[in-house]
């Protein structure tokens, strides 16, 4: 089966969600749940909620043959999309507790596999999980005053992969990258 994601809309604008645990949010940011319509057998799509991970595990839930697109690539490393010209964002190393290495390098594996342009709603300081597991988290931040919509879910892996690149300390790694057109990807360990 071919499965197709597109980003709908993100819910709850303005107000965290994401439960109790101190280990979630971003300190100075507002955060929202993602929302992803999945097609979840031929031709029915459904809306979930949550990370990439979770909207899968949801998806598996209604049907156990679900198939993630692109499963079976292997397109996190040595494959950022970027131009070899293109100005880099700018990375700042640490400033949040340490996600793991290979859990963040597996999100953005299920990132680069997602079909659609992705869009946040406005800003600015809200936050979006995008991916979450083994406590560690990727999350997309819109700086603007209206919604950001980038062309591709590319964008946001090569993003959190640039932050691999430059701050990865042995398994450990956190940081945050400020793309141009205010926008910023944060890598960091998470409840999940």
Not at 14 to 41: A, F, N
Not at 45 to 69: K, R, S, V
Not at 147 to 155: A, C, E, I, V
Request: hydrophobic residues 30%; charged residues 20%.
């Amino acid at each position: 089966m071919r499965a197709s994601i597109a980003l709908v809309l993100v819910a709850w604008m303005g107000k965290s969600v994401l439960g109790d645990d101190s280990d979630s949010g971003i300190p100075g940011y507002g955060t929202q749940v993602m929302q992803w319509e999945v097609e979840v057998t031929p031709g029915h799509t459904e809306l979930l909620n949550g990370t990439i991970q979770e909207a899968y595990e949801q998806a598996h839930q209604i049907n156990p043959d679900f198939t993630p697109p692109g499963s079976g690539k292997d397109t996190a490393e040595g494959t950022v999309i970027r131009g070899l010209h293109e100005k880099r964002g700018h990375v700042t190393c640490g400033g949040f507790k340490t996600g793991v290495v290979v859990p963040t390098l597996d999100g953005v594996r299920y990132l680069r596999r997602i079909t659609g342009k992705p869009h946040n709603q406005p800003g600015p300081r809200y936050c979006t999980r995008v991916s979450c597991s083994w406590k560690s988290a990727i999350w997309w931040c819109n700086d603007n005053q209206g919604p950001l919509y980038l062309d591709s879910w590319n964008q946001i892996a090569d993003s959190a992969y640039e932050i691999l690149v430059e701050c990865a300390d042995g398994t450990d790694v956190s940081g945050q990258n400020f793309e141009r057109g205010n926008w910023n990807i944060i890598v960091r360990r998470d409840s999940c």
